[in-house]
């Protein structure tokens, strides 16, 4: 989406989860910097919300994929960033492997390469499909184990295999081209007349914005908790 055809309950939504992605990301530094108790950042409430969450930031993804010009390039972009952040972690001694952003490059190349099969499934038969196979292959994320080592991406992991963050194709995928079935229902104008013309303050320009803050808001949120702490006498 671009310039007058952004709506900006989407971008709100997608802002809210970027908020909230930070906020969470403040959580985990505190307690690696600052020793804060590990309960603030990992408890059964936050560790369902933070995939609730991200989950929504995926499935919005997938809506915006029904308005980009170009999936392909979009991906790439993506991709390109992932190594980046996959570079940096691996000096931090912290390596991701296959995070949010490795997974939405590859989801969105994906899509441009095959969303024309997705979208001659008409009805109800595409969302039923992927709810059903979200639930299914749920349980391969990092739930199974085996010596292959190439399989990590799909969501099956070998003995000791360990990712800062971690997002693989099963089950998220589903989750993306639900996401997609929804941008097309949005883009034929079928939402409500409310989703059209809510412009929320703030969020907007913060998920319009999403990439670029994912790329630089945990070394900033890093280097002020680094800071705060020798300003308390903790470091």
């Keep these: 989406m671009n310039g007058r055809e952004r709506i900006q309950s989407i971008d709100a939504l997608r802002g809210l989860c970027v908020v909230l992605m930070c906020a969470h990301h403040l959580l985990y530094d505190l307690t690696e910097v600052l020793n804060a108790p590990w309960v603030i950042f990992s408890n059964p409430v936050f560790d369902a919300l933070h995939f609730v969450f ?35 972690s691996w ?7 296959f995070g949010v952003l490795h ?3 590859a989801a969105m190349i994906f899509y441009g390469l095959t969303g024309r099969l997705w979208e001659k499934l008409t009805g109800p038969v595409l969302p039923v499909c992927c709810v059903l196979l979200t639930a299914a292959t749920s ?20 003995p000791g295999f360990f990712s800062g963050d971690y997002f693989p194709i099963f089950p998220w995928i589903f989750v993306f081209l639900l996401g997609t079935w929804a941008g097309a229902k949005i883009k034929e ?13 703030l969020l907007p320009a913060v998920g319009r914005r999403a990439l ?17 702490g020798k300003i308390i006498g903790v470091i």
């Design 212 to 228: 670029v803050i994912y790329m630089l808001h945990q070394p900033v949120l890093y280097g002020l908790t680094l800071l705060a």
């Design 189 to 201: 104008g079928r939402f409500p007349k409310k989703f059209y013309t809510l412009s929320p303050p």
């Design 54 to 88: 991200a989950g929504t930031f995926i499935a919005l993804s997938g809506v915006s994929s029904r308005f980009s010009r170009s999936n392909i390039k979009r991906g790439i972009k993506v991709l390109i960033c992932a190594a980046v952040v996959s570079l940096v």
């Design 91 to 97: 000096l931090m001694r912290s390596p991701i492997l």
């Design 103 to 105: 997974f939405l490059g």
């Design 139 to 158: 349980g391969l994320a990092g739930g199974r184990v085996t010596d292959i080592r190439w399989l990590w991406p799909f969501g099956i992991v070998y």
